[in-house]
C-alpha cells in the first residue's frame, strides 16, 4: 500500500528523519512508537505531505513521488496524493460554526464534489459507525473531547481515503475520554482499514498493532510484531523505552 525509501527531512539545519525506510501493507495497523523529539510526528506529516521531504521516495498504492532539494513538486501532485490519504490530528480541528453532520459533509461536498444529499447520507453512516449519528445536528462546543475527536475519524473516513494517519489522537483528551475513541480505531481495524498511528498508548499498540516501529533520533530503531517488540526485544534502546513506559 505504502512505501517509504530513504526519507530525509530536515528543519533549520537540524536532520529530524534520517534516511527512513518503511513499508506498510494494505489492510494493517501500524503504530509508530518512541520518545518525544524521536521524528514521530514529522514521518507521519511527510506521509501526508504536509511536510515534504529532502531525500528520498514515498509510493502510495501506484503512485510514486521523489524528492531532492532542488525539485519542487507540482501543487497538483501534492494535491492528488493527500486525497488519497486521510489525517487525523492531536487538536479536533473541526470548524465550530458548523454541526457534526455538516463538519463530516464539508470535504465531500468541496473537495469531492457530491451532491448534499450524497455527503449527508454518507456522513450519517460515518457518525453511526462512530457512535454519533444521535449528536449529528450537535455543533463542537456541545460535544464532548472524545466526541469530538470521532467526529474527526469520521470526517477522515468520509474522503474514502486509501490510508488514515492519526496523530496522537488520544493525547489532548482527559483519561476517561480516550477509551471511547480507541474502540473506533479498533473497529476501522478490524474493518481492514489500512491505517498509519503516532501513539502513546501502548496497550493499543500491543492489541492492535500488525506492525510496531519504533524511532529514536530521526531513525528506525526497530521494527516487527507486537511480540517480537514487546516480548522478545533485545535490543538496549528498545528495552530502555519499553523500562521507562512500565511494558516489561
Known sequence: MITIQGIHKQFHGLEVLKGIDLTVEKGTTAVIIGPSGSGKTTLLRCLNLLELPEQGKITLDKQAIEFSKTAKLKHTTITSFRQQTGMVFQGYNLFPHLTALE???EGQVIVLRRSKEEARQKALTLLDKVGLKDRANMYPHQLSGGQQQRVGIARAMAMDPKILLFDEPTSA????????VL???KDLAMDGMTMVVVTHEM?????VADQIIFM???MIIEQGTPEEF???TTNTRTLQFLNKVNMR
Open 203 to 207: 496497550g493499543f499498540a500491543r492489541e
Open 216 to 218: 529514536d533520533q530521526g
Open 103 to 105: 463538519n463530516v459533509m
Open 230 to 232: 514487546f516480548t522478545n
Open 173 to 180: 483528551l482527559d483519561p476517561e475520554l480516550v477509551g471511547e
Open 183 to 185: 474502540r473506533v480505531m
